[in-house]
């Protein structure tokens, strides 16, 4: 099967256009162990190290990949789009425009136009027929692997999962075919639901922030006493959190699912954001939220001020980090993160 990458910064790729005309869809996560050095010819290195690190991602194995799409996520993203264009050596690059306000009339409209133009562009590159059939089939098959991510999702807080484990379980979802990623799934629900109780060392929090796209910060977490039992994140919850809907034009249903998931910062306005973090909260009985950014992430650094101030005065306890992209273990936030626990009253909440 032929493979088409995609650079997709919110979780706004809709995978299922290239499932339906044939392809596997895989997400380009960038390396965290690799040296930035190729992108860095062409991007500043005070820009996103995440967005450089896909950049240099594609720049080594674009020739496995037989095209790539990259949609319009933040500011990187958007602006990259010509240097991917120029330097990325591929048989096919197209750029998915995205509205920045999700939810409107116009902005379904505009979306809704530009997945035609994917799906002509998809057709006219790799001979391919996509037919609504052909769409709800890939639907559906995209939804069987969402449906096993939200039985995986609700044993994170009765179960002894370690973050490593669900973070690795939400990458199979965006770097593996369909069927294989569901069969993965299976594997890990038969797993995880016989593991033993939630350990009462760990303290379980909702996890948000910019994208993590390695293990190495999960582990972080982990080495902290801290396990995420919710979050909002795009290898996360904002990926599975709603079913794409049935509906008679399977590109209204993608739409309507677009507007459905947990809001990036990237996206206005933030309030609908906060709305799913405060429910999450709440329908979780969770009481502390740990933020998080890449450093020089600018759109969640901005966010997070809105974000802290509306959690804090809920009652929640919140702790902000800006982090570091970089494999190696980060005692410090390591030390931060035990310390705030700590002052909260320690793992029973």
Request: aromatic share 8%; net charge negative; charged share 30%.
């Given at each position: 099967?032929?493979?088409?990458?995609?650079?997709?910064?919110?979780?706004?790729?809709?995978?299922?256009?290239?499932?339906?005309?044939?392809?596997?869809?895989?997400?380009?996560?960038?390396?965290?162990?690799?040296?930035?050095?190729?992108?860095?010819?062409?991007l500043q290195n005070f820009l996103c190290p995440a967005a450089r690190s896909m950049l240099?991602?594609?720049?080594?194995?674009?020739?496995?990949?037989?095209?790539?799409?990259?949609?319009?996520?933040?500011?990187?993203?958007?602006?990259?789009?010509?240097?991917?264009?120029?330097?990325?050596?591929?048989?096919f690059i197209h750029w998915l425009n995205v509205p920045m306000v999700y939810g409107t009339a116009s902005a379904a409209a505009f979306f809704k136009k530009e997945m035609e133009l994917l799906v002509r562009a998809l057709e006219k590159q790799f001979a391919a027929s996509i037919?609504?059939?052909?769409?709800?089939?890939?639907?559906?098959?995209?939804?069987?692997?969402?449906?096993?991510?939200?039985?995986?999702?609700?044993?994170?807080?009765?179960?002894?999962?370690?973050?490593?484990?669900?973070?690795?379980a939400c990458v199979k979802a965006v770097t593996m075919a369909k069927n294989d990623a569901a069969k993965a799934l299976d594997e890990a629900i038969k797993d995880w639901s016989a593991r033993p109780a939630f350990p009462a060392s760990m303290k379980k929090v909702l996890l948000t922030g910019s994208d993590i796209t390695y293990p190495e910060f999960m582990d972080t977490l982990e080495e902290a006493n801290i396990r995420?039992?919710?979050?909002?994140?795009?290898?996360?919850?904002?990926?599975?959190?709603?079913?794409?809907?049935?509906?008679?034009?399977?590109?209204?249903?993608?739409?309507?699912?677009?507007?459905?998931?947990?809001?990036?910062?990237?996206?206005?306005?933030?309030?609908?954001?906060?709305?799913?973090?405060?429910?999450?909260?709440?329908?979780?009985?969770?009481?502390?939220?740990?933020?998080?950014?890449?450093?020089?992430?600018?759109?969640?650094?901005?966010?997070t001020v809105h974000i802290e101030k509306i959690m804090k005065a809920k009652g929640y306890k919140y702790i902000h980090l800006e982090r570091e992209f970089s494999p190696v273990k980060d005692t410090q936030a390591i030390n931060r993160l035990e310390a705030f626990i700590e002052m909260q009253g320690g793992a029973k909440a």
């Open positions: 099967m032929k493979t088409l990458a995609y650079f997709d910064s919110s979780h706004d790729f809709p995978e299922e256009i290239a499932m339906a005309a044939g392809l596997a869809p895989v997400k380009i996560l960038g390396d965290v162990k690799a040296d930035n050095a190729p992108a860095d010819q062409y240099t991602d594609a720049l080594a194995h674009s020739g496995s990949w037989d095209g790539i799409v990259v949609a319009h996520g933040c500011d990187i993203t958007h602006r990259g789009f010509d240097i991917w264009k120029k330097h990325v050596k591929t048989p037919t609504p059939d052909k769409l709800r089939a890939a639907i559906k098959e995209s939804n069987e692997v969402k449906s096993r991510l939200q039985r995986l999702s609700a044993l994170r807080a009765t179960r002894d999962v370690p973050n490593r484990d669900y973070f690795d995420a039992v919710r979050d909002d994140l795009s290898i996360g919850e904002r990926y599975y959190a709603t079913l794409i809907p049935e509906k008679d034009d399977p590109l209204d249903a993608l739409v309507e699912y677009r507007f459905s998931i947990p809001r990036p910062a990237t996206k206005n306005p933030p309030d609908p954001r906060t709305d799913f973090l405060l429910k999450a909260m709440e329908e979780s009985g969770l009481d502390t939220v740990v933020s998080q950014n890449v450093k020089f992430c600018e759109p969640y650094l901005f966010d």
